[in-house]
């Protein structure tokens, strides 16, 4: 291994008999670029980044899974250096080679046995899928709330989800590598782009970039999916969340309207009331009374 690589060993984060650790961080820039002794399985909860993984370098954001084989270096990087206002958080699911071999031979399949295997012997490179229909975000999180807080039968638990968790892996990897996903599958990847990006000036054309479809397709997909056309589905989607910003915070309507992509304030006052049929300051007080 290059020696400018830092070797993180099992001893430090396997105490339990079960050989598992699960944690959720905050990235910084202070962890060096590191390889270890086990199979880590990253998510991305929040934010948005770079992982350098191997010799690739991999813009980040949430819903992003990474399978990151024995041996292999990598380390996660924010987008911004203000951590604390554009926070990069991801789960990790570190497994011991002791509980692979346990997990290999309680998983059926071959095929899984074999991959998971294979990662643990450095035989095959790193994974990256998105995660489709938050299926892998909802076991994180059960994986993380179970270690977080012991109770009877915890361990099984565990094991139970830690199973779960590497087949709906190898099923959307599968899928990937297969084209099995479909217009649905992109479609809703789109979708999670907006509702992350609201902020940001989105055009049909930065859809196409991001996603391979032609503009007309990507059209006819919101017809077919929402009932809508792109620029309402937008329009509906930038109003949902500002209300949901008027019931839950402070802020001002100015800068509600800019957080959900709106540069002009009378416009916004114009289509919110023309959705909602009332104006900011005034569903705000209804929905607190």
């Not at 990253?42 to 949430?62: L, M, N, T, Y």
């Not at 479909?182 to 196409?208: A, N, T, V, W």
């Not at 802020?251 to 900011?280: C, M, N, Q, W």
Request: with cysteine; glycine share 4%.
């Amino acid at each position: 291994m290059n020696s400018s690589v830092h070797l993180l060993k099992s001893e430090l984060f396997f105490n339990s008999d079960l050989k598992l650790f699960v944690n959720r961080c905050t990235e910084d820039f202070n962890l060096p670029f590191h390889a270890h002794d086990f199979l880590e399985y990253s998510f991305v909860a929040e934010g948005a980044g770079f992982h350098h993984i191997d010799q690739d370098i991999v813009p980040v954001q949430k819903g992003m899974l990474f399978v990151i084989p024995v041996g292999v270096p990598h380390v996660f990087r924010p987008a911004s250096s203000n951590v604390s206002e554009h926070p990069l958080i991801i789960y990790n699911c570190l497994f011991h080679t002791e509980l692979i071999h346990k997990l290999s031979a309680t998983i059926q399949e071959k095929d899984i046995r074999s991959h998971l295997i294979a990662l643990a012997k450095n035989e095959v490179p790193y994974v990256c899928i998105s995660d489709q229909n938050r299926q892998i975000e909802e076991l994180m999180v059960k994986l993380y709330r179970e270690t977080s807080v012991a109770e009877i039968g915890s361990s099984s638990m565990l094991f139970t989800l830690v199973c779960q968790l590497i087949i709906t892996t190898y099923r959307q990897l599968h899928q990937k590598r297969h084209g099995e996903q479909g217009p649905s599958f992109d479609f809703e990847y789109i979708l999670q782009y907006l509702d992350q990006h609201l902020d940001m000036r989105i055009r049909m054309s930065d859809l196409s970039h991001r996603s391979g479809w032609s503009e007309k397709q990507i059209g006819r997909m919101f017809l077919s999916y929402t009932g809508q056309t792109f620029s309402a589905y937008l329009q509906h989607l930038r109003i949902q969340k500002s209300c949901e910003l008027l019931k839950s915070s402070q802020h001002k309507v100015s800068l509600i309207a800019e957080l959900v992509g709106y540069r002009d304030v009378d416009t916004f006052y114009t289509i919110f009331k023309r959705i909602t049929g009332e104006t900011p300051l005034t569903y705000r007080k209804k929905s607190r009374t």
